[in-house]
């Protein structure tokens, strides 16, 4: 199974960006897709992005769109998470998951997932 790490998180103000990745464990030769989710305190696990491989697509939800971009290591063995323009509302623990599949929107649809990354924006 692959595994995948998460590393990026951190504290930044209002308005400031950071940079998320996710290794995975294995070079990614035929289809797969990884989705970045995230959960704040009491509160559901919601989808952010998403990016697939063969064929390669990208999707966001609708608070991530103009503000993150999804991307790939072109090895084939991270995908990344720029998140810019950061809202207070954007804390949360992000975790990144894969499935030999088409990435979706449902947490419940992937077996394998990171530990998480804490973000947190300050007013």
């Known amino acids: 199974q692959v595994r995948l790490v998460e590393s990026g998180g951190g504290l930044v103000q209002a308005g400031g960006s950071l940079r998320l990745s996710c290794a995975v464990s294995?070079?990614?030769?035929?289809?797969?897709?990884v989705s970045w989710f995230r959960q704040a305190p009491g509160k559901a696990r919601e989808f952010v992005a998403a990016i697939n491989w063969n064929p390669d697509s990208t999707y966001y939800s609708r608070s991530a769109k103009g503000r993150f971009t999804v991307s790939s290591a072109i090895a084939g063995n991270a995908v990344f998470l720029q998140m810019n323009s950061l809202k207070p509302e954007d804390t949360a623990v992000y975790y990144c998951?894969?499935?030999?599949?088409?990435?979706?929107?449902?947490?419940?649809?992937?077996?394998?997932w990171g530990q998480g990354t804490q973000v947190t924006v300050s007013s």
């Open positions: 294995e070079r990614i030769f035929s289809r797969y897709g």
């Open positions: 998951a894969g499935r030999p599949d088409i990435a979706t929107m449902r947490p419940a649809d992937f077996a394998s």
